[in-house]
Nanobody, 123 residues
Framework: QVQLVESGGGLVQAGGSLRLSCAAS????????MGWFRQARGKEREFVAA????????YYADSVKGRFTISRDNAKNTVYLQMNSLKPEDTAVYYC????????????????WGQGTQVTVSS
């Protein structure tokens, strides 16, 4: 079992930045592909970004490419999401996740979810 705890959410003006963190329990963190998803009110949860266990490969949704950066520190069992040039449409609850598999750039299953952190971008 892996527990994921997100932090760093909050209220920011459009054009601003936030950095989300996700701290994971367990000694096998460094072997997992990790990802971020988000869910806006009334919408389905959607993929945002992912990073392989080594950090060599990253994946992004088209809507955040060039603005968001995912990274990880395996020594700290933590994955990050740096969000720049935020827009009101980025407003959502952001979830950290342990991803089962990424195939051809598409997420194929999530093993564990965090509890989520709210990001609100005002216009």
């Amino acid at each position: 079992q892996v527990q994921l705890v997100e932090s760093g959410g909050g209220l920011v003006q459009a054009g601003g930045s936030l950095r989300l963190s996700c701290a994971a329990s367990g000694r096998t963190f460094s072997s997992y592909t990790m990802g971020w998803f988000r869910q806006a009110r009334g919408k389905e949860r959607e993929f945002v970004a992912a990073i392989t266990w080594s950090g060599r490969s990253t994946y992004y949704a088209d809507s955040v490419k060039g603005r968001f950066t995912i990274s990880r520190d395996n020594a700290k069992n933590t994955v990050y999401l740096q969000m720049n040039s935020l827009k009101p449409e980025d407003t959502a609850v952001y979830y950290c996740a342990v991803i089962e598999l990424i195939l051809n750039g598409t997420v194929r299953g999530v093993r564990y979810w965090g509890q989520g952190t709210q990001v609100t971008v005002s216009s």
